[in-house]
T-cell receptor, first 117, second 111 residues
Framework: ETGVTQSPTHLIKTRGQQVTLRCSSQ?????VSWYQQALGQGPQFIFQ???????GRGNFPPRFSGLQFPNYSSELNVNALELDDSALYLC????????????????FGPGTRLTVL | QKEVEQDPGPLSVPEGAIVSLNCTYS??????FMWYRQYSRKGPELLMY????GNKEDGRFTAQVDKSSKYISLFIRDSQPSDSATYLC???????????FGPGTRLSVLP
């Protein structure tokens, strides 16, 4: 069984640029959630994708957008980067059953550390 | 007031000590309560999950939820240096669509 992988590991961008982060979900999982974790803070929910559709969004502006592909891998895109976007971006995958159980364990990847200069 | 509060520490204990980690929350709709462990430069890994109020034990770890007080705890018995990490509580009120995390408590277990 393959775990959650993310790429790249580290990234340095300048203010105003755009960035794309990638996540491969754990084998058999159909749901991907993205989180932003600032230094010394807990992860903050950005959004979740279930079967290629956005299935919930946290308090993040529209310049944070995402995609989920038929193989359930996912991308997080951030436009017009700001200094405060510097953080660890975490992807978590889970298996949500139709009609399903109320709780689905999320498995986290190692994260992509983004630095905005 | 933040939705989930957690003492950031750092908390230092000697090896073998019992560790108590706590979170308080304000949203009474939370039903699922999780504890994650995060090592430096790694993603969080799930330690325990509890539904509604009650206790749950797994090896050296015990999770307690008191919904009436909006208070959850994680106890670590016979703590080991390998337990040194940041411990995050997280909560959700539905399918795990939106986990709300606490800021984490940094724990050091000294040999």
């Amino acid at each position: 069984e393959t775990g959650v992988t993310q790429s790249p590991t580290h990234l340095i961008k300048t203010r105003g640029q755009q960035v794309t982060l990638r996540c491969s979900s754990q084998s058999g999982h159909n749901t991907v959630s993205w989180y932003q974790q600032a230094l010394g803070q807990g992860p903050q929910f950005i959004f979740q994708y279930y079967r290629e559709e956005e299935n919930g969004r946290g308090n993040f502006p529209p310049r944070f957008s995402g995609l989920q592909f038929p193989n359930y891998s996912s991308e997080l895109n951030v436009n017009a980067l700001e200094l405060d976007d510097s953080a660890l971006y975490l992807c978590a995958s889970s298996m949500r059953l139709a009609g399903g159980f109320p709780y689905n364990e999320q498995f986290f990847g190692p994260g992509t550390r983004l630095t905005v200069l | 007031q933040k939705e989930v509060e957690q003492d950031p520490g750092p908390l230092s204990v000697p090896e073998g000590a019992i560790v108590s980690l706590n979170c308080t929350y304000s949203n009474s709709a939370f039903q699922y309560f999780m504890w994650y462990r995060q090592y430096s430069r790694k993603g969080p890994e799930l330690l325990m999950y509890t539904y509604s109020s009650g206790n749950k034990e797994d090896g050296r770890f015990t999770a307690q939820v008191d919904k009436s007080s909006k208070y959850i705890s994680l106890f670590i018995r016979d703590s080991q240096p390998s337990d040194s990490a940041t411990y995050l509580c997280a909560m959700s009120n539905n399918y795990g669509q939106n986990f709300v995390f606490g800021p984490g408590t940094r724990l050091s277990v000294l040999p």
